[in-house]
């Protein structure tokens, strides 16, 4: 993929002592941090589960209820819900999917099948999709918005798009902490999305899954790119070693010196990085989005759209039965 990127022009390398470091704009980066907040990630993945009310949310979850508040307004006040009374002169709220919150649904699916695929150890998936559309069960496909065919890495091309640029990197350290526990995340319901969360939730683990996408394989490219301080990157780079998402090879002696490539499950990340793109082209870039895609076999501009396996149509949020293979069991 490296040669593609060609007309993508390069960050301005920042030294120690000049100006703030610059962050590439992206839009999937930017829906990272509002899903790898553990909190606000179950509640939104309960919302889909078509929970509505406060105590509903409450009585799965068994949050603290000022975290519950705190994260309900969160979500509010980022566009993703909607909060209104039960019924006229009623107190009591209901909190609903704005179309912003509803449109993560694609993104969901497509973490989920990374989870089914990859993620699942020697049992089924936790949940059978049913596309109501169609009536039959089915898996999510990520497809091109263009002519419907599935999307395969080496089949797209990069060029800057209107909102290309950069910004001073955000300070909050908060941002690069490791993401938080499998047990936080799978708590009352096991749950594909959850892991896949898991791997790519931090912020530095993303941004070099990226990078990876873009063709760069080698610890120093990560740095001058990222300007990521070496004890994170080697940190990182060994998660995502011992997750199975890179393999680590020799490419020089004396010294030794590594080179980083995806393995196959780490490949299969794509999908969930251009629907995640999509999303946050759609709402969170101003209508201008900082990277263009071209689909080299249909030769047309394209967003990634999530397809049922079965019918092939792209998949609508309310279109979308669940059989759960688990029994939910809310903390005691
Ligand atoms: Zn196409
Ligand atoms: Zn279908």
């Excluded at 919302?47 to 799965?60: D, L, N």
């Excluded at 690069?176 to 969360?197: F, G, H, I, K, Y």
């Excluded at 020799?250 to 010294?255: E, G, I, K, S, V």
Aim: hydrophobic fraction near 35%; charge should be positive.
């Amino acid at each position: 993929m490296s040669t593609q990127l060609k007309t993508i022009e390069p960050l301005p390398v920042t030294s120690v002592a000049s100006a703030p470091a610059l962050d590439r704009f992206c839009s999937v980066a930017r829906t990272v941090e509002i899903l790898s907040d553990a909190w606000s990630f179950l509640v939104l993945r309960e919302a889909f589960f078509r929970t509505r009310r406060f105590e509903g949310f409450q009585s799965v979850l068994r949050l603290p209820r000022n975290t519950l508040v705190q994260r309900l307004n969160r979500l509010t006040e980022l566009g993703l819900l909607q909060k209104s009374s039960y019924s006229a002169g009623s107190t009591r709220f209901e909190y609903r999917f704005t179309s912003k919150g509803l449109d993560l649904f694609p993104v969901m699916l497509a973490m989920l099948t990374f989870g089914d695929t990859w993620l699942r150890g020697d049992k089924e998936p936790p949940l059978q999709l049913v596309h109501t559309a169609c009536g039959k069960p089915f898996s999510p496909v990520v497809t091109c918005s263009a002519c419907g065919e599935p999307i395969d890495a080496h089949d797209v091309q990069y060029r800057n798009g209107p909102g290309a640029g950069s910004c001073p990197r955000p300070t909050d350290r908060k941002r690069s902490r490791r993401p938080s526990d499998a047990q936080v995340l799978e708590r009352v319901r096991p749950c594909s999305v959850a892991r896949t969360l898991q791997i790519i939730g931090d912020r530095w683990t993303f941004l070099v899954v990226r990078e990876m996408f873009f063709g760069v394989r080698r610890f120093d490219e990560f740095q001058a790119n990222l300007g990521i301080a070496s004890n994170i990157l080697t940190d990182r780079l060994q998660r995502l070693t011992d997750h199975g998402i890179v393999a680590k090879r020799a490419y020089q002696l004396r010294p030794e010196r590594f080179e980083y490539r995806f393995t196959d499950k780490g490949r299969d990340l794509y999908g969930s990085m251009l629907v995640m793109m999509h999303w946050g082209d759609r709402w969170l870039a101003d209508g201008r989005p900082p990277l263009l895609m071209r689909h080299r076999k249909c030769q047309h501009d394209f967003h990634a759209q999530i397809a049922c396996s079965e019918c092939h149509e792209p998949i609508q949020a309310r279109q979308v039965d669940y059989q759960m293979r688990y029994v939910l069991e809310p903390d005691a």
